[in-house]
């Protein structure tokens, strides 16, 4: 599957490789002109230097009219004097019947083939340009001239190389371009991925301030970005306002609202105990439930309130220590003992009101159906984005399965002997539930009730 710059969602990993791929392009286009170049001036020098041992030649038959006299030592170069070595000269008289042969001593026995008689057309002044095969199958480039010196004959001057050398010479410029590319593009790459940390790096630090909001550390950002981020961030220290007017909005809303509810509930209730009867404890009755369920809902939108709040952070030791002590001493009588606690850095991200009253409605729970003990412990899960998995054992008789989703519902009491309004566990899966969190009971390893509450950690 090709891979697609859209599947990529790290900003950091699609500027390096947007970078290594230009990169890559741009060295590997450089070498390809490079090496052509370098091809380019290998076969004019090795045309230029035909050119001078065969006009050397021509030079020489032209002014005696002795080709015995054009050896190689005239010609400087001892390759002509070594057998089969790819370099040759060849001169052949051609007005003479027999087609006298002068050769260098490279060609031994054998001779060149005439470019005439391969086709190869002749350019100005009578040189004709070609390839030919040579005296062991290698592929020759070939040059030659027919130079008519009066009386003294016309005569085919020939000279011929092999490109091997010229070819190693390339060979040898493409591997040391190739070595020395590599260790660019690697500096390249090293230098993009250091670019993109440098560049990105405000990024980060954005990140960190954020997290120290979320965590309660601070309460907008405050340190300086470059002119790309500033806007970014000075739109987030804008949202963040907004949600914290929204929210205190909201809770004066909830309280007033609750004022407006409870002095009229205060006067009905006054009027039903100056008229005594069955009307009147009706009344009572029905008042006392729509108090319950007031300061249910009530609750319920506070902490559906404090849920959305940025910077809200609890420590969670100092509230369990707090809530196991008073505990102690109410169920004291009982026998009951509470144990347990929490890492002194974890911390709940909401606010500690709501964390004592979801822990403490469990501990209460457990306190009235234990015999004996009560246990609580609390660990973190991920990392990214860290839960908080808060767990409460008994040794009580426990809760049938089946009983176990009513024990949640609002109201709902199991056991009428009991003291309570039954709202207890309702009321944290409502709290749990604002902050993104679950409640979970099943059985204990203590053989009573085993409640697991998930809430969001930082």
């Known amino acids: 599957m090709p891979l697609s710059f859209v599947s990529i969602r790290s900003i950091a990993a699609r500027l390096f490789l947007t970078a290594a791929a230009m990169s890559s392009v741009v060295l590997i286009v450089a070498s390809i002109l490079l090496t052509a170049y370098y091809r380019s001036e290998a076969e004019e020098v090795f045309e230029r230097r035909l050119d001078v041992y065969l006009r050397a030649i021509v030079a020489d038959v032209s002014e005696s009219g002795q ?7 005239q010609l400087g170069d001892p390759q002509f004097e070594l057998p089969g070595s790819g370099w040759y000269w060849q001169i052949t008289r051609l007005d003479d019947k027999s087609h006298d042969i002068k050769a260098s001593r490279s060609l031994f026995a ?3 083939p005439k470019l005439s008689e391969l086709g190869v057309a002749a350019e100005v002044g009578g040189f004709r340009r070609g390839y030919g095969p040579g005296p062991d ?9 027919v130079i008519d010196v009066g009386d003294l004959g016309i005569y085919l001057v020939q000279v011929a190389g092999s490109g091997e050398e010229m070819e ?27 670019q993109v940390r440098f560049g990105l790096r405000p990024l980060r630090q954005l990140q960190r301030e954020l997290a120290s909001i979320r965590g309660g550390e601070r309460e907008r950002i405050i340190d300086a970005y470059p002119s790309e981020v500033a806007p970014l961030a000075e739109e987030l220290n804008l949202l963040i306002s907004a949600n914290r007017d929204i929210l205190e909005r909201a809770r004066t809303q909830v309280g007033n609202l609750a004022h407006a509810l409870k002095t009229p509930l205060s006067v009905i209730v006054n009027e039903a105990d100056a008229a005594p009867g069955q009307l009147a404890g009706k009344v009572q009755e029905q008042a006392q439930i729509m108090r319950d369920q007031i300061s249910f809902y009530l609750d319920r939108a506070r902490a559906a309130a404090r849920g959305g709040a940025l910077g809200a952070a609890t420590q969670i030791a100092p509230s369990i220590e707090a809530l196991l002590r008073a505990f ?5 009588d009982k026998g009951v003992i509470f144990s347990g606690g929490a890492d002194p850095r974890l911390r709940f991200l909401g606010e500690r009101q709501d964390l004592e009253e979801m822990i403490g409605n469990l501990l209460d729970n457990a306190g009235k159906w234990a015999k004996s003990r009560v ?52 009321i944290v899966v409502d709290l749990a539930a604002a902050y993104g969190g679950s409640l979970q009971l099943n059985d204990s390893p203590n053989g009573g009730l085993h409640a697991e509450l998930r809430l969001p950690g930082f």
């Open 168 to 194: 190693e010479q390339i060979a040898r410029f493409r591997f040391a371009l190739i070595v020395a590319f590599a260790a660019l593009a690697i500096a390249l790459a090293i230098g993009a991925a250091f």
């Open 110 to 112: 054998n001779t060149l």
């Open 328 to 332: 102690s001493k109410i169920y004291g």
């Open 137 to 145: 199958g290698r592929r020759l480039r070939i040059v030659e001239r």
């Open 67 to 73: 080709e015995g006299r054009t050896g190689p030592g």
């Open 375 to 426: 246990t609580i412990d609390v660990c973190v899960e991920g990392a990214s984005r860290p839960t908080l998995r808060v767990t409460i054992d008994d040794d009580g008789p426990g809760l049938a399965s089946h009983l176990r989703a009513a024990a949640t519902q609002r109201g709902r009491r199991l056991d009428e002997t009991k003291p309570g309004s039954g709202l207890g566990l309702s």
